[in-house]
Every structure is written in C-alpha cells, then in structure tokens.
C-alpha cells in the first residue's frame, strides 16, 4: 500500500515508486503540517523538516508568537486569516462578514482505490493502482468540514490532490478561494517552467529563476486559454532533460485558473494551485458541499524527461477514456483551410474521392455546412444542415462518402451564438450579457450561457439531432472566443461569483452527455486552436487541436511544449497546405509528414488541387503512419534537441516500453552550410543489446547510440527531416 499512518507519530507517509510525500499532524490544535516531498526515502519520521524545535515553537506553549508559528510553518493546506500571510488555499465570508478560517485535523480514512469527482474530470484507477487517503478536516467556528483527498499512483510517481468542503452550519457560507493543492518546501534556488504563449503559437516554453515574492500566471478568459497553461514545474536550477529534481502540478479543469511560486519572507517555497479566485464566489448553503478540482503532482528525479513520461502514462493510462483511448486514430482530411467556407456536398465528394484513393480513411466537414452561415458572421446556434450547399441532406452526404471506404466527421461551435441567427432572435436573453450594457462582440459573435439547464438542453438536443440522422464518426468541438460581461441570468445577486465554474461544469456535463449518447464518436476538442488543451478536455476527448498554426516549423516549437505534458496521441497535427495560411512560409510536403506523425496525423488542405509530386507521396506518409503510430502513440518520449533554444534543428525519440524499437524524428530549420555532420545521442536504449538502424542497416549497441551517437549528414538545404528506425537484433 503506497500510504501510511504512523499513529504515535502522527505522520502520514504516501510513498510513489521513487517519491514520497509526508505530512504530519502538530500540536494539541492538530494542525496539518507538510513535512517532505522528494526523492523516496525509507524514514517514517522526517518531522525535524517543519523546524519546530521543542514544544514551545507550538501555539498551545506559546500563544504569544502564534502569529509567527503560523506565518513560518509549513503548511499542508494553509488558510486566510489567522496569521499565515503567505498565500492561502482556502479563503471564506461568514454570515457576518469575517473572512478568517481555521482547520484542524479531526479524523482520516485509508482505502484501495479512487472516487469519481462528482461533475468534475479526475484521473481514475483500479484498487490495485491507487490508493486513497482522506484527511478529514473542520473549523469549528465556522463548522466547516474540508477534506484533503491524495490519491498515490501504486506504479507512477505522481500524486493527486482534491478538496471537499462541507457545510454543516445552519447559514450559508461563501467560499471566496477554493484551491487544490499547495506545496512547502525549502527554496534551493529554483528554476520554474511555465507555458505562455497566444493564438497560433500556444505552449511556448518559459524558463526562469524564482525569486522573492510572488511568480503568478492564470487565466480569467473562461477557458485555460492561449495565454497561460494550468501548469507549473519546480525545478533545480542545473535540472536538464536528463538530470536533476523536478516538481509539477497540473490542473485538471478548463476554466480560469491560477498557479503560483512565491519567495517567503523565511526563504521557503509556497506552491499553489486551483481555480482563480478573482471573481469566484460560491455560496455554500446549509447541508451543501463543493468539490475542488483535481491537482495533480509529479516529481521526477531524472529530469524534465522523467517528469514529461510520467505525466505521458498518466494521462494515458489514467485520463484519457472511451473507445480510442488504446487505439489508433483514423486518418483524416479536413476541408477548412482546403475550402474555408466556400464548399458544397459536390466539393467535399470530391476531395473524398481523391482522399480515398490515396489511403485517407475520414473526411471532416468543417465550420459553413448550417444555417445561413457563408462566413463567420451568422448562424452560430442555427445547428440545422444548410441544404443549399449539403445538397440531398446529411445522410445523403455521409452515405457517399461511406461508400468510399471513409468515415465521417463533423465541426460544431456548440457553446456560441450569434446575433445574426435565428436562435438570437428567439431567445437574446441566453447570449451572457449585463443587463444595460451593450455586450463585446468577438469573432462577431457571443458565448451562450451554458450555465443554465434549459439552454444547455436545447444546444444539446440539436446536436443530437443532427449525429443520429447519419452516421457520423466524430466530432470537432471548436470554441473561438473568451468569455466577458459575465452576467447569470438565472443567478442572483449573492451568487453571481458562481458563474465562471458552473459555466465549465455546464461544459462537462454536455460533453460528457455527448459520449455517453455515442461513445463510438471520436471527440476532438478545439478552441481557436490550442486554447483550451488541458488535462480537463482530455477526459472527454482523447485528442485536441493542438493549434490553428499549420506551419511545420512553427509547430516544432508548439508541439515540443506541449509533449512536455501530454501524450503525443492527445495531439492534434495535420499535414496542411503550403504556403501556409498561418505566415507563408514554404515547407517540404515530406516535411510537414514527419512533424505531423508527431501527433494524431492528418491532412488539412485541397487534395484535388495539391502538386502532383505532393499528392503521389501521401500513400507513403500513410504507409508511414500506420508503420509507426503505435510505437508514437504507446512508446516512452526522448528530448534530444529543441529548436526553440538552438534555433537550428529540431531532434525527439520515441522508445517502445520494452525497448525494442525506437523511432528518432530529426528536422534541419536550418541548413547551415560550416558543417558535414551533426552528431546525436539516442536516448532510452538497454546498453548491452544490439540494434539495427533501418536507413542505414548498421548495427550498433544501445550503449554507442546512447553514448557514442550516430552522425546525421547535412541535407544541404532548409526544413528537411528525416526519420531514424532502430530495432534490436
């Protein structure tokens, strides 16, 4: 069992196969204390890590210095207050009007397993591979009831962290700051790693040292946005991809969020994540609870590498669901920015036709096929089938694209409505909008208020009707702009601070009513691109658009930060035209398929109208994806190079877990001209066998590819790649 309770000592051990994690309870006020999280040691007893040195260190001998006990100890759930002025998990307003809140540990319960989060994305697991402890706390005050929830992963080294508050006064309690997870610990003089980015250039990688005070990114757009990543890695400041400690939280949620590093004024380390408190307030009613979203935590002892396969087999194994969730993806063809909106079912059956012919097994109708919507200006909202372009209806269109051999998809924006449409000028009042205040537009559109029942309904029930009436096989579930003018129209004044978190479980529940009702259905979650690519969607959809950038290089630089935490099968990635529609640059066709086998695969381009030196090499990157997706999609992910730092090639390795085979994609950005060969080093390899690289046919032991490396020659030239298989022998 990976947790333990030392009764004497009051310490609780949770134990990962490398970490261990060790929170300990202090003083007669049971305050909850953490103790250690690192590299995995056999104590029982590290309780001398939270410096209180002899009794009088602790309020009940000493309440004259309660203040700085308060303010010094490390805390395992630290609230608002009552004298720690670091920052706080949990903040509330009584009916009084205080905000001070106080926990004190009560009792705790151990079990094999994990609970389902009610309405929320979690992790999951058999009773075999986790378990659960539940550190059951209360402010007496306040009668106020909070449980601190770990789940230990028995075969990972990642722990994950949720919080239930219950109310079991008489008068409503109102939660102004829920978080999920914080973590003390000593500053070693850390780094931190972060992903920032914007529109067509999501999860760039940010690397910088802490330093005193405050380090905050979050969002307040309504979706985990463009901007910022719910994710934030600690890391020793020589750590590399290969070497050093590593400590990562993640948010499972898709809606503003904050995470936080901050320098106290003791030089300890507080790390904190969870929902945004800005404009969060939820009314917590007599007899009500709420539930926090899930935090989860990986430390790794073997570098940003360790730390990135780690989070890969999680998500995997533990996240992702449904009937792809193991499974290789279709390939597909999207018309988007093959047709924009000018198409009709003639112009889609004859980019099928070609697709067909050439090993392509989906066709996806994109943004234009409803209402009256010819640009993107109308109809959001509208999801009924324009019959002047779908000539014949749906099923007409579906049929004949199945008799080709394909499968069908299609792309509805499910959470927008627009001015212009028919659903606005029935039902105005379900736009979000302040009452006298004339609302922002966006795109020329607004965001419905899914946060109430009867809007969601509708919106489901037209989608609904829209997937039974032919047989479609996925689903793009686009999302193209942020929220604003946040107004409930079904909330009152007291709990209008509800809005942004009901918005999103209005969100899980509609997409989770989308796989239940079809769970033969590949989702494919989207938000102007990668705006909402978070551990949240995963649950729903084992894939997401990873950006609306196309550009083979540009997407070296997007699909390295985001492999830094996800499965490259939850990657969106297609082959698309050139020049590219995102900023013109001209890539090799052979190119542009070697960075998007990195990802789910696909095309996204006119296939009747691509060179045909272009189109005669797609059976080939088909051939090539169904040679190498399952090693892509199952196998452990190497770093060798980044292109985002050396700004000349780009170098990654998937191994199979049983290291047997391995695939290494190398792209030369830039062909400089001073150099015959650029040596690599393999990664993940048992020394001592023996394997042969296919190219080549040489043969090699693990230990001189890792070691010694393998030369690549100059391809004389820019944006050229290349693929090396090895096998052992």
């Given at each position: 069992m990976g947790i333990k309770f030392y009764e004497n000592s009051r310490i609780f051990k949770l134990d990962t196969p490398k970490s261990t994690y060790m929170i300990g309870i202090v003083d007669e006020e049971n305050f909850i204390g953490h103790i250690y999280y690192g590299r995995k040691v056999i104590d029982a007893d590290l309780s001398y890590m939270m410096r209180l040195h002899g009794s009088s260190d602790v309020p009940t001998k000493n309440s004259r210095d309660r203040v700085t006990f308060m303010d010094s100890m490390p805390m395992e759930y630290?609230?608002?207050?009552?004298?720690?002025?670091?920052?706080?998990?949990?903040?509330?307003?009584?009916?009084?009007?205080?905000?001070?809140?106080?926990?004190?540990?009560?009792?705790?319960?151990?079990?094999?397993?994990?609970?389902?989060?009610?309405?929320?994305?979690?992790?999951?697991?058999?009773?075999?591979?986790?378990?659960?402890?539940?550190?059951?706390?209360?402010?007496?005050?306040l009668q106020l009831q909070v449980?601190?929830?770990?789940?230990?992963?028995?075969?990972?080294?990642?722990?994950?962290?949720?919080?239930?508050?219950?109310?079991?006064?008489?008068?409503?309690?109102?939660?102004?700051?829920?978080?999920?997870?914080?973590?003390?610990?000593?500053?070693?003089?850390?780094?931190?790693?972060?992903?920032?980015?914007?529109?067509?250039?999501?999860?760039?990688?940010?690397?910088?040292?802490?330093?005193?005070?405050?380090?905050?990114?979050?969002?307040?757009?309504?979706?985990?946005?463009?901007?910022?990543?719910?994710f934030m890695a600690i890391l020793d400041k020589n750590a590399d991809e290969d070497h050093g400690e590593v400590f990562a939280l993640n948010l499972v949620y898709s809606g503003n969020f904050m995470a936080q590093a901050e320098i106290t004024q003791f030089t300890m380390l507080r790390a904190v994540i969870g929902i945004n408190p800005v404009d969060f307030c939820w009314k917590l009613d007599s007899e009500e609870s709420f539930t926090s979203p899930e935090a989860v935590m990986v430390y790794s002892n073997e570098g940003i590498g360790g730390m990135t396969r780690t989070f890969h087999d999680l998500y995997r194994n533990h996240l992702i669901r449904g009937q792809y969730k193991d499974k290789k993806r279709p390939i597909l063809i999207n018309n988007?920015?093959?047709?924009?909106?000018?198409?009709?079912?003639?112009?889609?059956?004859?980019?099928?036709?070609?697709?067909?012919?050439?090993?392509?097994?989906?066709?996806?109708m994109d943004d234009g096929w409803f209402g009256y919507r010819n640009d993107d200006n109308t109809s959001l909202g509208d999801w009924v089938v324009n019959e002047s372009k779908i000539k014949g209806g749906l099923k007409h269109l579906v049929d004949e694209v199945n008799k080709l051999g394909m499968k069908f998809g299609i792309w509805f924006e499910p959470e927008m409505i627009s001015p212009d449409s028919d659903l606005y000028r029935t039902h105005p009042d379900w736009a979000i909008q302040i009452p006298g205040r004339n609302p922002a537009l966006a795109r020329n559109q607004l965001v419905l208020d899914i946060s109430r029942k009867e809007v969601r309904d509708a919106v489901y029930?037209?989608?609904?009707?829209?997937?039974?009436?032919?047989?479609?096989?996925?689903?793009?579930?686009?999302?193209?702009?942020?929220?604003?003018d946040i107004a409930g129209a079904s909330l009152d004044s007291d709990t209008q601070g509800e809005f942004y978190h009901r918005y999103v479980l209005g969100l899980y529940e509609m997409q989770e009513r989308l796989v239940s009702d079809f769970p033969h259905i590949l989702l494919e979650n989207c938000s102007s691109g990668g705006g909402r690519f978070d551990p949240g969607m995963l649950y729903y959809s084992p894939q997401i658009w990873s950006s609306d950038n196309t550009d083979a290089i540009d997407r070296l630089r997007i699909?390295?930060?985001?492999?830094?935490?996800?499965?490259?099968?939850?990657?969106?990635?297609?082959?698309?035209?050139?020049?590219?529609?995102?900023?013109?640059?001209?890539?090799?066709?052979?190119?542009?398929?070697?960075?998007?086998?990195?990802?789910?695969?696909?095309?996204?381009?006119?296939?009747?109208?691509?060179?045909?030196?272009?189109?005669?090499m797609i059976p080939k990157q088909v051939a090539m994806y169904h040679k190498?997706?399952?090693?892509?999609?199952?196998?452990?992910?190497?770093?060798?190079?980044?292109?985002?730092?050396?700004?000349?090639?780009?170098?990654?390795?998937?191994?199979?877990?049983?290291?047997?085979?391995?695939?290494?994609?190398?792209?030369?950005?830039?062909?400089?001209?001073?150099?015959?060969?650029?040596?690599?080093?393999?990664?993940g390899l048992k020394e001592d066998a023996i394997y042969r690289i296919e190219e080549t046919g040489e043969e090699l032991s693990g230990g001189a590819l890792m070691y010694a490396g393998i030369n690549i020659e100059n391809m004389w030239g820019d944006y050229l790649g290349k693929l090396i298989h090895i096998v052992e022998i």
């Open positions: 630290p609230t608002h207050g009552v004298g720690d002025f670091r920052e706080s998990c949990l903040s509330v307003k009584d009916h009084a009007g205080h905000s001070a809140c106080s926990l004190s540990y009560i009792s705790h319960r151990i079990y094999h397993g994990k609970q389902k989060l009610p309405g929320l994305p979690a992790t999951f697991a058999r009773e075999d591979e986790c378990t659960t402890l539940e550190l059951i706390c209360e402010d007496k005050a449980t601190l929830v770990y789940n230990v992963f028995e075969k990972l080294d990642a722990i994950t962290r949720s919080v239930k508050i219950y109310n079991s006064s008489k008068n409503p309690i109102y939660l102004t700051k829920v978080l999920s997870a914080c973590l003390d610990m000593d500053n070693r003089d850390y780094d931190m790693i972060t992903l920032y980015g914007l529109w067509s250039r999501e999860r760039m990688i940010n690397r910088r040292r802490i330093t005193d005070g405050k380090q905050l990114i979050s969002s307040l757009r309504g979706v985990s946005s463009h901007q910022e990543q719910p988007w920015e093959a047709t924009y909106f000018d198409f009709d079912t003639d112009k889609l059956l004859s980019i099928a036709r070609e697709a067909s012919k050439l090993g392509i097994e989906m066709l996806v029930d037209s989608m609904y009707k829209i997937l039974s009436e032919a047989n479609i096989e996925y689903v793009k579930w686009d999302m193209n702009r942020p929220l604003t699909q390295e930060g985001t492999a830094m935490i996800y499965p490259l099968s939850a990657m969106g990635a297609h082959v698309a035209d050139c020049p590219s529609h995102s900023n013109g640059r001209v890539t090799p066709f052979e190119t542009r398929g070697y960075v998007s086998l990195a990802g789910t695969f696909g095309y996204e381009l006119d296939i009747t109208k691509i060179p045909e030196e272009d189109r005669n190498y997706n399952d090693l892509v999609r199952t196998g452990d992910y190497y770093r060798i190079a980044s292109y985002q730092m050396n700004h000349e090639y780009d170098c990654y390795e998937v191994v199979s877990k049983d290291k047997k085979e391995a695939l290494v994609t190398y792209i030369q950005v830039s062909g400089r001209p001073n150099y015959r060969t650029r040596r690599i080093r393999l990664k």
